[in-house]
């Protein structure tokens, strides 16, 4: 069995939301907030672990960060409020939409 690996929102100190996948989101929360990664930080410090979710390796969190990214910062905001069920809901609805 491989390990758990996650999706995660961090939220910088100007209000935008960081989407990005671990093995350990809280060793890598702190590797943001001490300045090392992603230089999205560089203008704007990371300031909270908005969200996790787990998934079971990391190809599923890859595809869950994906999914993610494509949404808008109104979808991600209602993501970190209700959790995993705004996310399912919004790629049911997206599968379910012909191309």
């Not at 350990?24 to 090392?36: N, V, Y």
């Not at 560089?42 to 990214?69: F, M, N, T, W």
């Not at 949404?71 to 905001?77: D, I, M, Q, T, V």
Request: charged content about 25%.
């Amino acid at each position: 069995m491989s390990k758990p690996w996650f999706v995660y929102l961090v939220r910088a100190a100007n209000g935008a939301l960081y989407c990005g996948i671990s093995d350990d989101p809280a060793r890598r929360f702190e590797q943001h907030r001490s300045g090392k990664g992603a230089r999205f930080f560089h203008s704007s410090p990371a300031q909270a672990l908005a969200y996790v979710e787990p998934c079971a390796d990391k190809g599923e969190a890859l595809r869950r960060e994906r999914a993610i990214k494509q949404l808008n910062k109104g979808a991600k905001e209602r993501l970190v409020a209700n959790g995993i069920h705004a996310l399912d809901a919004f790629i049911s609805a997206r599968e379910a939409t012909p191309a």
